[in-house]
């Protein structure tokens, strides 16, 4: 059994910027892929960014391209999403989801075997 549990989000003003964290515990990750997704009301989950554990290996949505990084502390268990240059469409819930098996897909939700409870992001214009 994985445990993830996020924090950091909050509200913040367009152009500001916020760092999410994701801590996982229950066993060891050598061959995950740790994502975060988002959900805004009414809109379907949608991928934001993904980090291979062993090896670092990152993916990016092309909405956060340039305005979000994702990184990952192995020694803590624990991936980060820096974001940066917020829009007030960066507003949703963000969740953080480990694929334990990873097999070369990174975007799909359905591929994600974990998911943390989220954290709401609210961006003001």
């Known amino acids: 059994q994985v445990q993830l549990v996020e924090s950091g989000g909050g509200l913040a003003q367009a152009g500001g910027s916020l760092r999410l964290s994701c801590a996982a515990s229950?066993?060891?990750?050598?061959?995950?892929?740790m994502g975060w997704f988002r959900q805004a009301p009414g809109q379907e989950r949608e991928f934001v960014a993904a980090i291979t554990w062993t090896g670092g290996t990152t993916y990016y949505a092309d909405s956060v391209k340039g305005r979000f990084t994702i990184s990952r502390d192995n020694a803590k268990s624990t991936v980060y999403l820096q974001m940066n240059s917020l829009k007030p469409e960066d507003t949703a819930v963000y969740y953080c989801?480990?694929?334990?098996?990873?097999?070369?897909?990174?975007?799909?939700?359905?591929?994600?075997?974990?998911w943390g409870q989220g954290t709401q992001v609210t961006v003001s214009s």
């Open positions: 229950g066993r060891t990750f050598s061959r995950a892929v």
């Open positions: 989801a480990v694929d334990i098996r990873y097999g070369g897909t990174y975007s799909r939700d359905y591929e994600y075997d974990y």
